[in-house]
């Protein structure tokens, strides 16, 4: 099966940076998903990683290391509307599913 | 703009009594996912479609069933809610290109069972 493990909660200034750990164990790899999933909606796309290193998309930004299994999101000049559920989602090679993991909780405070 | 709509946003039942929530994209993607989501839970994949081909996941129970009666729409059919059914239903498409599989969801529907 696949295993994907991420903090339940983290909690953060207005203005501060929160990073978001994802660790994964799965049969293969075609990339990583993070998703972005405010409370009673559905998740949106958020960024993808398939090779190794830092992908930057204004305020989000995300990292890959393959051979640890491993990823972040970065979340910088946090603002309040970023309080929402944080999911990270791998592609097992040859498998267009996805496997989520449980989601992290950013609360933005001011 | 292309989109995954779902029907009704909330859908209150009662239990035991037979409920289908529908979705419909305009992406026109072949491959279209029914999930459920508990709170503060990950999205878990109760069963997808393949074109017309249905791939049902292992733990899903038999109380759940699925239709896709053409590319753009897909029911979910419960057939006799219990309490423990109660949980947002998410649904969404992706293609199967090679360059990794974005999921596209809709708002999901959010199924209380009375």
């Known amino acids: 099966g696949q295993n994907i493990d991420q903090p339940t909660e983290m909690t953060a200034t207005e203005g501060a940076i929160v990073q978001i750990n994802c660790t994964y164990q799965t049969s293969g790899f075609n990339g990583l998903f993070w998703y972005q999933q405010h409370a009673g909606e559905a998740p949106t796309f958020l960024s993808y990683n398939v090779l190794d290193g830092l992908e930057e998309k204004g305020r989000f930004s995300s990292f890959l290391s393959r051979s640890k299994g491993y990823s972040y999101l970065l979340l910088k000049e946090l603002q309040m509307k970023d309080s929402a559920s944080y999911l990270c989602a791998v592609s097992p090679s040859n498998d267009y599913k996805l496997s989520f993991g449980a989601g992290t909780t950013v609360t933005v405070r001011a | 703009d292309a989109m995954v709509i779902q029907n009704p946003r909330y859908q209150v039942t009662q239990f035991g009594k037979p409920v289908t929530l529908s979705c419909s994209q305009t992406l026109n993607h072949n491959v279209m996912y029914w999930y459920q989501q508990k709170s503060s839970q990950a999205p878990k994949l109760l069963f997808h479609?393949?074109?017309?081909?249905?791939?049902n996941e292992a733990d899903t129970p038999d109380n759940f069933q699925s239709r896709r009666p053409n590319t753009s729409f897909c029911f979910l059919d419960i057939r006799s809610p219990g309490l423990g059914d109660a949980a947002m239903y998410l649904c969404a498409t992706s293609t199967t290109g090679t360059s990794g599989y974005e999921q596209y969801f809709g708002p999901g529907t959010r199924l209380t069972v009375t």
């Open positions: 479609y393949y074109d017309k081909d249905f791939n």
